[in-house]
């Protein structure tokens, strides 16, 4: 496919910071980021990079699915560079800069199976409509001590106190202070990269904190969120500290999660489509909740990724259990804040850190969008606790049963196309197959002991 003209402040950007190298990053299916580097001159030139079109849909354990999720002759897609993305990498000294890339297939479309493309695709749906999604992620993650093992429980770290926390630290500025170190380098990681954070917190479990990322447009969120944990992982063994975005790291502790603040905007005025003139919630506002409602039990895997995801799903932890919806109430699924009309919003809880930002975002707007375009109607609001409730939506509490539910409903493929479903789901099962080949420490404790 031919390639784009490089626009003219990428050379003057790698001559004026003497980058020698510019890491070429591709989200995989989980949000990891894989490539290419390139040396300075030939990414300022423009020159073509490929990778193997089933770099796209690399899992976790290192396999591939079967050939025919990727294409038969093991074919290559080009890596296009997102030009606006050119940030300086804060931990290379200097040295490097990174670029976050599409895959487009070798007639120059999007490559299907590629997470980025799959949000870029639902953004294109609403753009036709001269519609806006704004989206706020927050993002939990755990602060622990190096694993080299395993098979050993992660424990948090010995802090400068010397001791480890124990947690019951909510909101505590001590048990910030604790790592000041890691806090001003990645402060100043946030800065190099452009990543747009508001507020940083100590979170229920210990050593567990949350960064709330600044309302803006869904692709530049989803990037600023790839990046981010790419910046935690990298200046946490900086300074000794293993950053972990799993759901449920630490059993008995809470879980990780990384809720989706939404809403809608009309990107001339600005104005919030999700309310009224007179300041009421809109029609539009209930069908968005509805798509939620409807589409998100099909789509959990795009939210809960792996098997461990699923552990976070329990009740009076502050995880959702189902997909009611109410005011103010973080007993449910789907939180609507309290706001003033220019700030109306819903709040998806249901995606954990773990989650790929592209898949999560993707599956959250392509559900409000399917609500919207069948004019679905929500149930109603929930007050009170809900989580031993009746659900207004039952969902699936393991990989397997949402892998089976996600493979049973026309949703997802009506929303993504057969291509990226089947490669997903063809993924996740290889990933899957491999944790159930494993015996646990579960199994030993008590099966091992009985007749």
Not at 137 to 165: K, M, W
Not at 237 to 243: A, E
Request: charged fraction near 20%; include cysteine.
């Amino acid at each position: 496919m031919k390639q784009s003209s490089v626009p003219g402040h990428v050379a003057a950007f790698l001559e004026k910071h003497r980058v020698r190298e510019v890491e070429c990053l591709l989200p995989d299916l989980n949000g990891y980021p894989r490539g290419k580097v390139l040396p300075a001159a030939a990414f300022a030139a423009g020159q073509e990079l490929r990778v193997a079109r089933a770099v796209a849909i690399h899992t976790v354990v290192g396999d591939f699915p079967d050939y025919r999720f990727y294409g038969e002759r093991d074919p290559d897609m080009v890596l296009v560079p997102d030009y606006e993305s050119l940030r300086l990498v804060p931990w290379s000294g200097g040295r490097r800069a990174l670029a976050i890339h599409d895959g487009r297939d070798l007639d120059g479309a999007l490559t299907p199976i590629a997470s980025r493309s799959v949000l870029k695709t639902v953004l294109e749906r609403y753009a036709e409509r001269g519609w806006q999604p704004i989206v706020a992620p927050e993002l939990e993650f755990y602060l622990l001590a190096p694993n080299p093992d395993p098979n050993l429980p992660l424990t948090p770290p010995v802090a400068r106190c010397g001791r480890a926390e124990i947690g019951h630290s909510a909101f505590s500025f001590g048990a910030l202070n604790e790592f000041s170190a890691f806090f001003d380098d990645l402060h100043h990681a946030l800065e190099t990269l452009d990543i747009r954070g508001d507020t940083f917190v100590h979170e229920l479990g210990p050593s567990q904190f949350e960064i709330n990322l600044k309302h803006d447009d869904a692709l530049e969120l989803a990037d600023q969120t790839f990046l981010f944990k790419y910046a935690l992982r990298e200046v946490g063994l900086k300074h000794g500290l293993y950053v972990v975005c799993m759901a449920k790291p630490i059993a008995g502790a809470p879980g990780s999660s990384m809720h989706i603040h939404q809403s809608l905007v009309e990107p001339r005025s600005g104005r919030n489509l999700f309310s009224q003139a007179d300041g009421d919630a809109s029609p539009l506002f209930g069908h968005y909740i509805a798509g939620l409602q409807a589409c998100l039990p099909s789509l959990m895997p795009l939210m809960a990724p792996y098997v461990n995801s699923y552990r976070r799903f329990t009740k009076n932890m502050a995880a959702p259990v189902n997909l009611s919806w109410g005011l103010d109430n973080r007993s449910v699924g789907l939180r609507v804040p309290l706001s003033g009309p220019d700030a109306r919003r819903v709040e998806n809880r249901l995606p954990g850190c773990d989650a790929n930002p592209y898949l999560a975002l993707a599956a959250s707007l392509a559900s409000g969008l399917y609500g919207i375009e069948q004019e679905l109607e929500p149930t109603p609001a929930s007050e009170g606790n809900v989580f031993y409730g009746q659900e207004s939506v039952a969902l699936p509490r393991s990989l397997d049963a949402a892998l089976e539910r996600m493979a049973s409903s026309e949703i997802p493929r009506r929303l993504f196309g057969d291509e990226f479903v089947a490669a997903f789901i063809a993924a996740k099962e290889v990933e899957l197959e491999s944790f159930l080949a494993e015996v646990t420490p579960w199994e030993r404790r008590y099966l091992a002991t009985q007749a």
